[in-house]
């Protein structure tokens, strides 16, 4: 789950409130992407890397206090062999993974800070319940974003063993489906209790049989069940596999629910109803407080997008960052009311 930070201080971006906390913050700001790489990577030295990008962002006027705060958030970050942004004032630094979307480094200097790659990282996220099934029980994670919880792990309620003949094989087989579809039921609870509020999406991954008894008792009308092929619950790498699984089919379903916003917003500017597109209207909405859904082009993105942005979020707004909207500066909004 999304913990809550000092935004002033060293900590990571993990959702859109701290994002419009962050934008909040006195500039000015300093921001790089850059990948931090894991040893063993073709540029794997990351005092290197970040030589480049630190010397880059002098050049661009970035002050001493903020490059000493990059310095130590750089230092500090965990070697994922991911991309990830980095930003800092003179009060303090935060990063954000970014591993859904191929993005190029950067380097940003500014009275705003350049957190759109954040905001497209982490719109519409929620945290993901996954689950390695097999006939012995199973192990729950909680993943949100980067990280992965364990949520524990059930085991399979035992058959008693009477000794069976022949004559009494089928009394011996009901019991272990009964036994079955109880472990069933309880790795079900233990996954929907593993939930947030906010969780709509949960994975499975493991032995068929198992996996397909899990999902009838789980609550479809609450939540999404997607099934994948990450490995059996007991080899090498599973919990990895099943976390990039699981990315990936939450990524799925972002795009989904993006697409729909995207033809909504199409209708409302068809119907000339409660849509605006262009970047000095939708910045002048914003500003106003009129936008309930902010969309950026991800191909197109203008100067000033930060800015409508941080003005959406800073109202309660929504955005969606999505590719070849086909509108005009790649920035348009719907609207909670126009103006006569």
């Known amino acids: 789950m999304a913990k809550t930070i000092d935004v002033a201080g060293r900590d990571e971006l993990t959702g859109l409130h ?121 192990d729950v994670y909680l993943i949100d974003h980067i990280e992965v919880a364990d949520a524990g792990s059930v085991t399979a309620d035992p058959v008693e063993d009477r000794g069976h003949t022949k004559t009494d094989h089928a009394s011996h087989e009901r019991r272990l489906d009964a036994a079955a579809e109880r472990t069933a039921a309880a790795i079900a609870r233990a996954i929907e209790h593993a939930a947030t509020s906010d969780t709509r999406l949960i994975v499975l991954t493991g032995d068929d049989r198992e996996v397909a008894s899990v999902e009838r008792h789980l609550d479809t009308h609450r939540f999404t069940v997607s099934v994948v092929q990450a490995g059996g619950r007991h080899e090498p790498g599973a919990v990895q596999r099943l976390r990039r699984a699981a990315l990936d089919e939450s990524l799925r379903k972002r795009q989904r629910r993006s697409a729909e916003a995207v033809a909504e917003l199409r209708r409302a500017l068809g119907q000339h109803a409660l849509g605006t597109e262009g970047n000095e209207s939708t910045a002048t909405a914003a500003d106003e407080g009129r936008v309930a859904t902010l969309f950026l082009d991800r191909t197109r993105l203008v100067d000033g997008a930060d800015t409508v942005a941080r003005d959406t979020l800073a109202r309660g707004g929504s955005i969606v960052i999505a590719d070849e909207l086909g509108v005009a500066d790649g920035v348009a909004a719907l609207l909670r009311y126009g103006i006569d």
């Open 18 to 138: 701290e994002i419009a906390e962050r934008y909040r913050l006195d500039g000015p700001h300093a921001t790089v992407v850059m990948l931090c790489s894991t040893p063993g990577q073709n540029g794997d030295d990351r005092k290197v890397r970040w030589h480049a990008r630190r010397t880059e962002l002098a050049h661009l006027g970035a002050g001493t206090a903020a490059l000493e705060h990059l310095d130590h958030e750089v230092e500090s970050l965990d070697p994922r062999g991911e991309m990830v942004l980095v930003t800092a004032n003179d009060a303090g630094a935060a990063h954000c993974w970014l591993t859904d979307y191929d993005v190029v480094p950067m380097a940003h200097v500014g009275e705003i800070p350049a957190l759109l790659a954040a905001v497209d990282e982490l719109a519409d996220r929620t945290p993901v319940v996954a689950a390695l099934v097999d006939h012995a029980g199973a």
